[in-house]
């Protein structure tokens, strides 16, 4: 009874959206993804009859103004847009009405999309020596128990020593007396920030996977201590750790970028470490700067066998320097030295650091995502030699869908097949 009311309260929720909006934008591929040369149709089909106009604006490469009109709509049915594009790019599409807004977003030629700087001819040999030294230095663990808060597992608070200058700190979750060899390791990494629940390390995160059989570390960005009030990350964010991800965009040694990239690597040296692993199966898992950590750690070690990369960062820089928005967080756009960036950044880009990667690669990409624009995504997936499984979102900005979004699309082709390949691939 509870259940057939809530779905009545939904469907009425949705209903009472759909048209308090207006309008509803489509085009004529419902993916958004398009050829080269291919008839582009994007319609406006109104709700109700109205004598306010739709003001339409349209971005290439998501900064590039295309298109900018007013339609006052003489049907139900609008033409937004019929155009045809030669070469790869994106189109980011707003219309709105008084306080009504959406946005639709396509692609053209994705997989054409290459990177913005050139690759590195000693990336290779720069990153072979900075394993090297980590790999120098003797590991130091300092692990406490906590309470997992669930029957049958096991939880540690664990910090470990690091290059890069900050230790690698998580919670680290598994089964209680998990048979040798017998379970797929899960690292979980974190979008940006510092005092968000989103950058913080959780028993709970990590006690989910290892519930899933799973040997499950998860690692926040910074090196910084877990489980601690709140005033601390609050301090962090604006003293130790503000802008962080700006810093040293001149400086292989001081890019920021570098020692949390050091710190994945560290961790999966911890992990595989464990008796329980089962020799195959290394899973990451991030969105945002975690999705982009998630390609950073495929590229870097060849033992990761599946990323699931979420609205990732860190994605072609480049593209910047090329007439497209880069990767958050587009340090292209930043002062400062333009040409020793250029030394420096492709080194950290994971648009060159993938073409090492023979892992499965899972991506969500939003097409009307501003932080993380469609394009950078592809000109970094591009370069992987693994499969990919790529789940392109015509109206997925940076932050979650809405709730009716998710309730008519979202969850049921997309968070929940991702969710069951991960799982699935657990087993």
Known sequence: ??????????????????????????QNHETGIYKSGEKILVTAILNRKTN????????????????????????????????????????????????????????????KLQPGTEYPRNLKKYWDQEKAALKALRMDVKSTKVDAKEPGLVCFDTEINCIGPKPARGYFAKPENAKAKSLPIVLLVHAAGVKGSWCRSEIANATNYAKKGALCFDLNAHGMLIGQPDEYYNNLESGELKDYYIRGLDSRNDLYFRGMYLRLIRTLDYLTQQPEWDGKRIVVIGESQGGGQALAAAGLDQRVSLAVAIVPAMCDWGGTLINRKGGWPQPFEK???????????????????????????????????????STSIYAAINQAKGKKLIYPVTYREHTWPTAEQRATDWDKNVFNPRNDFIDNYLK
Not at 3 to 16: M, N, R, V
């Open 1 to 26: 009874m509870k259940t057939s009311l809530l779905t009545a309260a939904l469907s009425i929720f949705i209903a009472y959206s759909t048209l308090a909006q207006g309008f509803k934008l489509q």
């Open 52 to 111: 306010d106009s739709l003001l339409v604006k349209i971005w290439k490469n998501n900064d590039q103004l295309f298109l900018k009109s007013g339609i006052l709509p003489s049907k139900d049915t609008v033409e937004i847009l019929a155009t045809t594009l030669k070469e790869p790019c994106s189109l980011r599409i707003e219309v709105s009405q008084k306080e009504n807004k959406q946005l639709i977003g396509l692609i053209v030629d994705p997989y």
């Open 335 to 373: 002062k400062g030295n333009k040409d020793e960036m250029k030394k420096v950044l492709p080194y950290f880009d994971t648009a060159h650091l993938l073409k090492f990667s023979k892992a499965t690669i899972l991506v969500e990409i939003g097409l009307v995502d501003n932080t993380c624009p």
